[in-house]
């Protein structure tokens, strides 16, 4: 295993628990192409544990135009061993495998050979293929990453059943100081430090302030009060409001009471400027913040979800009225008990655990230090009361701790940060998909209309000036492709020489017939869609922009995608193995939330979208 120092950037980034995730992810790769091997490479650097190359190609004079890891000396080699070999050399620590087989052979004769993996990537596979391998990815909750790159065209479809997102890092760091609601340990320190108004008369002499109160005089000087740290200052100022207002256990709820609070932390500037009442004034919402938000009293129900966070509080809630949940898939087994743990504590104690961290402030090194080790003692405690309710529920179900793989770290980064938590839950490939060879169609997951529909409503969102080259229309382009390819069993423009001219002519309009019968299945307006039909002739030199202008996607999309012929080139195929490899790592480390479910590249106009159909 390589040291802390090789990995050192990119554990500043997913952590300590997110690099051992990943040291023991097992990837399989199907099909090591441009698009399939670039995606592997960018898994390998950072240090992914295992993979494994599963094609039954040979190095063709096609792959060393857009396939960086193969060599003219390489040519009909099988592409799989040849890829591997270069691949592993990039990084000693990570294991590589390469297997010469079929997938769809081998999920015929060894399907069990596909649950050792923790992540398949599946690269330019027809989609038609697909729907056993999806079936049972899905089935043992397996995450399965699509990749289709053509042209200067590219898109990612994610299908992951069930993940478990353990932080859900943002751009800035959420600190839980419980100003709202103090624990015990806060209130001792901040009486000791700022005596209830009630108690004491507040008066300065020119650099002094004198804090007295009916048993005792304590006094300090003005650097050391204005160097409170602001939490302190906020929950004073919340339990003057308290007295003032008659309201021992409210908070303010409206405009009125929130200004009133705020001139309370007004009053306890002493000197203009100081840095401490300053640093509360802009955090001061946190003297309204309930003491447990609302997706964790009242999370929407799972089909409404909208975010990883609502959905994992959705489901969390479920696990807690459930117990036959709570005896699921072994992959899932071990992220619902933390969850069902999670929601037992907060039945208990009415609140989260308390994380611990602090946020930097303006404070003295001694009050900073006190503060600490109050949040760091409430910490431990949770953790302890957390690990307890764990326990019993082991005990309960049968479980050993060890099985399961519960370590230390994934109990305290849970406690240390429980509204980092999310859920990913994509729907299935083969329900999504526009494809007629699949269970299900478009028009049940409706997904895609509404992103179309969305798109003509706000037509400067993506794709620049021109609406024709949003990647949702793309995508829609892509599908079609998908139901040429079943019917006729090769890519669009994939033609002979001598048979080219007339067709590509008929290729260009068997395509444009496609995307009509997905539009009507999408019960999209025929309108957006070129009048001309399949037998129609047209130019296939010109520039595509230049055909059927009067629609946003018809002829002019089809004239594009046979332009490709289904090949690759190799700078979009680095592009989005980049994009796709992100993330695969962020579900092998479980740190940050994945693509949910969707992404499009148009590398023709520089545009590209995410989204969830």
Not at 186 to 192: A, I, Y
Request: charged share 25%.
């Amino acid at each position: 295993m390589a040291t802390n120092d090789k990995y050192d950037r990119q554990l500043r980034l997913w952590g300590p628990i997110g690099q051992r995730n990943l040291s023991k992810s097992h990837v399989l790769l199907i099909q090591a192409d441009a698009v399939g091997a670039e995606t592997l490479k960018n898994l390998v650097l950072p240090g992914v544990g295992a993979f494994t190359i599963l094609d039954d190609h040979r190095v063709t004079s096609e792959d060393l135009g857009n396939n960086f890891f193969v060599s003219v000396d390489a040519v009909g080699k099988p592409r799989a061993e040849v890829v591997c070999e270069l691949l592993c050399e990039m990084n000693p620590d990570v294991k590589g495998s390469s297997r010469v087989g079929n997938f769809q052979n081998l999920l015929e004769t060894e399907p069990e050979y596909f649950l050792r993996f923790n992540l398949v990537i599946a690269a330019n596979i027809p989609r038609y293929q697909l729907e056993r391998l999806a079936s049972l990815c899905w089935k043992e909750y397996i995450p399965l990453l699509c990749l289709r790159c053509v042209g200067f065209l590219g898109s990612i479809h994610l299908q992951a059943r069930e993940h478990f997102v353990a932080e859900a890092r943002g751009d800035s760091e959420r600190h839980d100081l419980r100003v709202s609601s103090p624990f015990s340990g806060l209130r001792e320190l901040l009486d000791e430090v700022l005596p209830p108004l009630s108690e004491y008369a507040l008066l300065a002499e020119g650099t002094e302030a004198v804090l007295a109160d009916s048993s005792s005089v304590t006094s300090f000087d003005s650097h050391e009060y204005s160097h409170i740290p602001y939490p302190l200052v906020l929950a004073r100022a919340l339990t003057i409001w308290q007295q003032r207002s008659g309201r021992s256990s409210d908070l303010p709820r409206t405009a009125a009471e929130k200004d009133a609070l705020r001139c309370i932390v007004k009053e306890l500037e002493l000197v203009p400027g100081q840095r401490n009442i300053e640093e509360a004034l802009r955090e001061i919402r946190r003297c309204w913040e309930p003491l447990l938000p609302a997706v964790v009293t009242d999370p929407p129900a799972m089909e409404d979800a909208q975010t990883a966070q609502e959905r994992l509080w959705s489901f969390a809630a479920r696990l807690g009225g459930d117990d036959s949940l709570l005896a699921s898939h072994v992959a899932t087994r071990k992220h619902r008990l933390l969850l069902r743990a999670l929601a037992d504590f907060v039945k208990l104690n009415g609140r989260l655990p308390i994380g611990g961290a602090l946020p930097d402030c303006t404070a003295t090194s001694r009050l900073y230090t006190q503060l600490q080790f109050v949040f760091h003692r409430q910490a431990q405690q949770d953790r302890a009361s957390f690990e307890g309710i764990l326990s019993g529920l082991l005990s309960e179900n049968e479980v050993d701790r060890r099985v399961l793989q519960i370590h230390d770290e994934d109990i305290a980064s849970l406690c240390r940060g429980p509204l980092a938590l999310g859920l990913l839950a994509t729907p299935p490939l083969y329900v999504s998909s526009a494809s007629d060879h699949m269970d299900g169609d478009v028009a049940r997951g409706g997904g895609l209309r509404d992103v179309v529909e969305e798109l003509l409503d706000s037509p400067n969102e993506e794709g620049g000036a021109d609406l024709r080259q949003s990647p949702a229309l793309w995508f829609v382009a892509l599908e079609a492709t998908e139901r040429f390819y079943a019917r006729h069993f090769r890519q669009p423009g994939d033609v002979s020489a001598s048979a080219e001219s007339e067709q590509l002519e008929r290729d260009a309009g068997l395509l444009l017939d496609e995307m009509r019968a997905i539009a009507r299945e999408l019960e999209l307006s025929e309108a957006l869609f070129a009048a001309r039909g399949a037998g129609e002739r047209m130019d296939v030199e010109g520039p595509a922009e230049e055909a059927a202008e009067d629609a946003l996607i018809g002829l002019a999309h089809a004239v594009e995608l046979v332009r490709y012929g289904g090949a690759q080139l190799h700078n979009l195929a680095s592009l989005l193995g980049g994009v796709a490899a992100q993330e695969a790592v962020k579900l092998a480390t479980q740190i940050f939330v994945p693509l949910d479910n969707v992404y499009v590249v148009n590398g023709i106009a520089g545009v590209a979208a995410a989204f969830r159909i």
